[in-house]
T-cell receptor
Framework: DGGITQSPKYLFRKEGQNVTLSCEQN?????MYWYRQDPGQGLRLIYY???????QKGDIAEGYSVSREKKESFPLTVTSAQKNPTAFYLC????????????FGSGTRLTVV | GESVGLHLPTLSVQEGDNSIINCAYS??????FIWYKQESGKGPQFIID?????DKRQGQRVTVLLNKTVKHLSLQIAATQPGDSAVYFC?????????????FGQGTILTVHP
């Protein structure tokens, strides 16, 4: 079955650590996105990529980094520079242009301990 | 750019009632909108979309209405069931007519009481 897989489902980070969230899709989608969701909030765009080896900052990119070495994969690293990383992270992908909506992964809940 | 917002953060209905969730947008050039449903601890799921050349679109138990004059859209759920309890988001293109990036409203929490 085609879909988009995020792992891990839960992740705990110590202060000062970098952590990487995985996102893999087998939908042959060109575009991929990372969103952050805080309680009672909507979705805020962190980074997006419309093609392999290219990506752009979203609205809240500070403290995050990404790579897009393969069409199927778009990992997100939460760096120690991100001072408030506790949140629910959602990865999404879309076909050419993304005009007809995203397919979302099931999310990763990141908690700072 | 586009921004979308919700009139009400929460909506509580009885099972079997019809639910109406509203959304306002700012960019009159936006050419499509999408509704998503997010259950607790899960990623959002596509429900229905509508293009700006339409006023109404129907799906299974759901109808989306678009009023371009007042820049408002709504999601109507008929005969609401407990399984409809979730957060509902409207989304529009972040750049108005640009494809790709979406911008999302805050969401409306729908609670269905048996």
């Amino acid at each position: 079955d085609g879909g988009i897989t995020q792992s891990p489902k839960y992740l705990f980070r110590k202060e000062g650590q970098n952590v990487t969230l995985s996102c893999e899709q087998n939908l042959n989608h060109d575009a991929m996105y990372w969103y952050r969701q805080d309680p009672g909030q909507g979705l805020r765009l962190i980074y997006y990529s419309q093609i392999v080896n290219d990506f752009q900052k979203g609205d809240i990119a500070e403290g995050y980094s990404v790579s897009r070495e393969k069409k199927e994969s778009f990992p997100l690293t939460v760096t120690s520079a991100q001072k408030n990383p506790t949140a629910f992270y959602l990865c999404a992908s879309s076909g050419t242009g993304g005009r007809y909506g995203y397919t979302f992964g099931s999310g990763t809940r990141l908690t700072v301990v | 750019g586009e921004s979308v917002g919700l009139h009400l953060p929460t909506l509580s209905v009885q099972e079997g009632d019809n639910s109406i969730i509203n959304c306002a947008y700012s960019n009159s050039a936006s050419d499509y909108f999408i509704w998503y449903k997010q259950e607790s601890g899960k990623g959002p799921q596509f429900i229905i979309d509508i293009r700006s050349n339409m006023d109404k679109r129907q799906g299974q138990r759901v109808t989306v209405l678009l009023n371009k004059t007042v820049k408002h859209l709504s999601l109507q759920i008929a005969a609401t069931q407990p399984g409809d309890s979730a957060v509902y988001f409207c989304a529009g293109p972040a750049g108005g007519t640009s494809y790709g990036k979406l911008t999302f409203g805050q969401g409306t929490i729908l609670t269905v009481h048996p």
